[in-house]
């Protein structure tokens, strides 16, 4: 599995109709920076307002996946988001003039080819991965959906379907880093009960399908009033029923429709934003139960977040005491707060506050009830940031850094005398002499503050 972020090497583009709206569409996927993430911009609306592909923005799951934000809103998104992300696309930007992604054949197949054609190229950034410790678990009991997610080192999918359908029986579909994804998935086409059409017709949706771009599944005998109504309905006179399967449907696997749900499964799950390293078992999956589940998972790793990355132990030795940190910042007391650095490596820091009751800020903040101001928290961060960067570069003294903006900031807890901050700092994107990080402020292993800093370093005159 690779490890560093990916996009495509050069821009690739679609035409072709919305399954559920009819309108003709032009999509066209672009390169993106690292950590820009996938990224949906409406060029047909004032603005070209743009909605991040992650399960936060989903709106609606009813015959498709639809993500929103403000007045860009982009449907049926699963397919292309199946074949950019399965086949290492990390960073991209689909810009498209219409509410729906274009259906084409009714699989990910077309995207698969054009992507794999192009090529993706490797970025410096670090992919994210979120690694499951523990058995995660999303049931719907009453529809008979569940989907498991186990602890492994690699990503692997296995999905079962049973419609207590005749004409689908039992079917199985695996899928693994090692597989094929546009030879085994990707060709596999979207699929519909007969019995479905009518209530989807009188719900406005579905315009755009047809039977060359969907299986039809016909589980009982139809009656030649009922086959007139169908070709009224597609506007086809050629209309038949053989094997199950309007007009004779040849498939093209014996268990495409549960190959296709686990290619609508892998483009839900990209909307986690991050990759998985774990199995996955999923029984009747779809787009409500999936992207429900990416929400839960979500949630877990921003409560991981809450807790501290790095260890510390003030029997410890540090590897920087004030005097060592004085030598690269150029802060002093009382405004230096930092005073000793448990943890460094190319990324990140970690770095301890004690907060005393000698502090001078606390002669005015509160006489009665001394509290810590949570700009000097973030001055704290700051400053360990700082000894990270500097750290790196040659002759620090000649450098200083210098704050251009805090995104995110919460507190969560007061910061009281008798405190020990733990400040850690994992950089996420440096260059041009411009560094990120998000940072965050623990006491007694609690967030008690959380921000992405950004900075400039800049040589001293």
Same mark, same amino acid.
């Given at each position: 599995?690779?490890?560093?972020?990916?996009?495509?090497? +050069?821009?690739?583009?679609?035409?072709?109709?919305?399954?559920?709206?009819?309108?003709?569409?032009?999509?066209?996927?672009?390169?993106?920076?690292?950590?820009?993430?996938?990224?949906?911009?409406?060029?047909?609306?004032?603005?070209? !307002?743009?909605?991040?592909?992650?399960?936060?923005?989903?709106?609606?799951?009813?015959? *498709?996946?639809?993500?929103?934000?403000?007045?860009?809103?982009?449907?049926?998104?699963?397919?292309?988001?199946?074949?950019?992300?399965?086949?290492?696309?990390?960073?991209?930007?689909?810009?498209?003039?219409?509410?729906?992604?274009?259906?084409?054949? *009714? +699989?990910?197949?077309?995207?698969?080819?054009?992507?794999?054609?192009?090529?993706?190229?490797?970025?410096?950034?670090?992919?994210?991965?979120?690694? #499951? /410790?523990?058995?995660?678990?999303?049931?719907?009991?009453?529809?008979?959906?569940? =989907?498991?997610?186990?602890?492994?080192?690699?990503?692997? #999918?296995?999905?079962?379907?049973?419609?207590?359908?005749?004409?689908?029986? @039992?079917?199985?579909?695996?899928?693994?880093?090692?597989?094929?994804?546009?030879?085994?998935?990707?060709?596999?086409?979207?699929?519909?009960?007969?019995?479905?059409?009518?209530?989807?017709?009188?719900?406005?949706?579905?315009?755009?399908?047809?039977?060359?771009?969907?299986?039809?599944?016909?589980? @009982?005998?139809?009656?030649?009033?009922?086959?007139?109504?169908?070709?009224?309905?597609?506007?086809?006179?050629?209309?038949?029923?053989?094997?199950?399967?309007?007009?004779?449907?040849?498939?093209?696997?014996?268990? &495409?429709?549960?190959?296709?749900?686990?290619?609508?499964?892998? *483009?839900?799950?990209?909307?986690?934003?991050?990759?998985?390293?774990?199995?996955?078992?999923?029984?009747?999956?779809?787009?409500?139960?999936?992207?429900?589940?990416?929400?839960? =998972?979500?949630?877990?790793?921003?409560?991981?977040?809450?807790? !501290? /990355?790095?260890?510390?132990?003030?029997?410890?030795?540090?590897?920087?005491?004030?005097?060592?940190?004085?030598?690269?910042? !150029?802060?002093?007391?009382?405004?230096?707060?930092?005073?000793?650095?448990?943890?460094?490596?190319?990324? %990140?820091? *970690?770095?301890?506050? @004690?907060? +005393?009751?000698?502090?001078?800020?606390?002669?005015?903040?509160?006489?009665?009830?001394? #509290?810590?101001?949570?700009?000097?928290?973030?001055?704290?961060?700051?400053?360990?940031?700082?000894?990270?960067?500097?750290?790196?570069? &040659?002759?620090?003294?000649?450098?200083?850094?210098?704050?251009?903006? %805090?995104?995110?900031?919460?507190?969560?807890?007061?910061?009281? !005398?008798?405190?020990?901050?733990?400040?850690?700092?994992?950089?996420?994107?440096?260059?041009?002499?411009?560094?990120?990080?998000?940072?965050?402020?623990?006491?007694?292993?609690?967030?008690?503050?959380?921000? /992405?800093? /950004?900075?400039?370093?800049?040589?001293?005159?």
């Amino acid at each position: 599995m690779a490890t560093k972020q990916q996009t495509l090497a +050069s821009a690739i583009s679609f035409t072709g109709k919305g399954l559920h709206t009819g309108l003709q569409v032009v999509m066209t996927v672009l390169p993106a920076e690292e950590n820009n993430g996938i990224v949906f911009r409406r060029v047909d609306l004032e603005g070209a !307002p743009e909605v991040p592909a992650l399960c936060e923005y989903v709106t609606d799951t009813s015959r *498709g996946t639809t993500i929103e934000k403000g007045a860009a809103k982009v449907s049926t998104i699963e397919h292309i988001m199946s074949a950019l992300w399965t086949l290492g696309v990390d960073n991209a930007i689909v810009e498209i003039n219409a509410p729906e992604t274009p259906i084409m054949d *009714g +699989s990910a197949r077309e995207y698969a080819q054009r992507i794999m054609e192009v090529g993706t190229v490797e970025q410096d950034a670090e992919r994210k991965y979120f690694e #499951v /410790t523990e058995k995660q678990v999303y049931t719907l009991t009453e529809k008979g959906i569940a =989907i498991v997610i186990y602890p492994d080192d690699e990503f692997s #999918v296995s999905v079962h379907v049973d419609y207590n359908s005749k004409v689908v029986g @039992n079917q199985y579909a695996v899928y693994s880093n090692d597989d094929n994804y546009a030879e085994k998935i990707a060709m596999c086409r979207t699929f519909v009960f007969l019995h479905e059409l009518e209530p989807l017709m009188k719900m406005n949706l579905i315009k755009g399908g047809d039977l060359d771009n969907a299986i039809v599944v016909v589980e @009982n005998p139809v009656s030649d009033e009922q086959l007139n109504h169908l070709k009224g309905i597609f506007g086809k006179d050629d209309i038949t029923i053989t094997g199950g399967y309007l007009n004779n449907q040849q498939l093209r696997a014996t268990n &495409e429709l549960a190959r296709h749900k686990l290619l609508d499964l892998l *483009g839900d799950f990209a909307l986690l934003g991050m990759r998985i390293k774990g199995r996955v078992w999923a029984t009747r999956p779809g787009h409500f139960a999936n992207t429900e589940f990416m929400k839960e =998972i979500s949630r877990v790793i921003r409560r991981s977040g809450e807790k !501290p /990355t790095f260890k510390y132990s003030s029997k410890e030795q540090p590897l920087m005491d004030i005097n060592t940190i004085k030598s690269l910042l !150029p802060h002093r007391p009382p405004f230096l707060l930092v005073d000793r650095v448990f943890h460094i490596d190319e990324s %990140a820091i *970690g770095g301890i506050k @004690n907060v +005393s009751m000698n502090e001078p800020f606390f002669v005015g903040h509160f006489p009665e009830e001394p #509290v810590m101001p949570g700009v000097l928290i973030i001055e704290a961060l700051a400053q360990c940031c700082g000894i990270l960067v500097l750290s790196r570069v &040659e002759n620090p003294e000649e450098y200083s850094t210098y704050f251009l903006k %805090a995104d995110g900031v919460k507190w969560k807890r007061k910061v009281v !005398p008798g405190d020990t901050l733990q400040l850690e700092c994992h950089i996420v994107d440096m260059r041009r002499g411009i560094c990120t990080a998000e940072c965050k402020a623990f006491v007694g292993g609690q967030l008690a503050c959380e921000a /992405t800093l /950004t900075a400039q370093i800049a040589k001293k005159k």
